[in-house]
């Protein structure tokens, strides 16, 4: 018997396509074909901390949204924690136990990352595993996260839960990408952002003071309703249309500073209509939390980054 690699089942030795998922074995060989030209790699097969940290976050947000509307429907105060914890609690045992039942073999949070979990035998999960091994996540949390932390020392990477049940919670097989390309570190870009971003409130700052300078010094007093209608409309401008026109240009301001730039994934020059619509995504970005993303993808990709096709690279300016 031996494991298929996309769908996880286990199968006759004898056989080189498996029955359920089609997968051929002598595509296998291509992982790791090594030449001058490509080399391909397999990717670390057993998830770690960040992977499952991120994806943990990611199902933790959507079940207390989850949580919160049903609160709000049964009009229960969800400061009431004797009864919204609970309420959560049971969401995010059942819906992450039916869930690793699916094809995605996993949560949410580890469809969008890429983790899948299986049994001991590297199959899937039956519905009365997937239910103990979320029941004891309880565990993880009654030790303080220690239980948790267990996937960062046990060597194919299990958490207190995993261990108690025999799960693996295992990444997809993927080739290497060959090219070189320098992705802009994590800490880069937050700095650029925020660079940005405080540049953009003093820039608001200013033009707010344009109707109270008008009316300090009565000037054009019957039109000041029409001032301050203007001065919005330059702060909505400067809010929204910074950032794209800069990067479609010269870069912004923070990316000068941090030397990062921002392309398509193909290397062009990105198009001032698909960087407005990166702009109009951050605030998505922030409030399902797909800025972790860049965490855990190989180009560092935030969830903005990959619905625009677009990237980030380092050491760009010259």
Same mark, same amino acid.
């Given at each position: 018997m031996r494991g298929c690699p996309k769908c996880g089942r286990m199968i006759d030795l004898n056989l080189q396509v498996c029955p359920y998922c089609h997968f051929e074995f002598e595509k296998l060989n291509d992982f790791f074909i090594k030449s001058k030209e490509n080399q391909f790699i397999e990717d670390e097969k057993y998830a770690g901390l960040v992977k499952r940290t991120v994806a943990g976050l990611i199902d933790i947000y959507i079940i207390t949204l989850i949580t919160f509307i049903i609160c709000y429907t049964l009009k229960i105060s969800i400061k009431d924690y004797i009864i919204s914890i609970p309420i959560f609690s049971f969401l995010y045992i059942l819906i992450n136990s039916i869930l690793e039942r699916t094809s995605w073999r996993g949560s949410l949070g580890k469809k969008i990352i890429g983790i899948k979990v299986f049994d001991k035998n590297e199959n899937p999960e039956t519905f009365g595993i997937a239910f103990f091994r979320n029941?004891?996540?309880?565990?993880?949390? #009654?030790?303080?996260?220690?239980?948790?932390?267990?996937?960062?020392?046990?060597?194919?990477?299990?958490? #207190?839960?995993?261990?108690?049940? %025999?799960?693996? @919670?295992?990444? %997809?097989?993927?080739?290497?990408?060959?090219?070189?390309?320098?992705?802009?570190?994590?800490?880069?870009? !937050?700095?650029?952002?925020?660079?940005?971003?405080?540049?953009?409130?003093? !820039? %608001?700052?200013?033009?707010? #003071?344009?109707?109270?300078?008008?009316?300090?010094?009565? @000037? @054009?007093?019957?039109?000041?309703?029409i001032i301050e209608d203007i001065t919005i409309l330059l702060s909505l401008i400067v809010t929204i249309f910074y950032m794209p026109f800069m990067q479609s240009r010269y870069g912004t301001i923070g990316e000068k500073i941090t030397k990062i730039k921002v392309i398509k994934i193909n290397g062009n020059k990105p198009g001032i209509f698909r960087l407005l619509i990166r702009m109009i995504l951050i605030p998505i970005d922030i409030i399902t939390l797909g800025f972790l993303l860049c965490l855990v993808t190989r180009k560092h990709q935030t969830l903005k980054d990959i619905l625009t096709k677009t990237i980030v690279v380092d050491k760009y300016w010259k």
């Open positions: 029941l004891a996540k309880i565990l993880n949390v #009654l030790t303080l996260g220690i239980g948790f932390l267990m996937c960062t020392v046990t060597k194919k990477r299990q958490a #207190l839960n995993d261990i108690i049940v %025999n799960t693996y @919670v295992i990444g %997809n097989l993927k080739m290497a990408d060959p090219d070189e390309t320098d992705y802009a570190k994590i800490y880069k870009r !937050l700095l650029s952002f925020i660079i940005d971003l405080g540049l953009i409130v003093i !820039l %608001n700052y200013l033009i707010s #003071l344009i109707p109270h300078y008008t009316e300090r010094y009565n @000037v @054009v007093t019957d039109y000041q309703y």
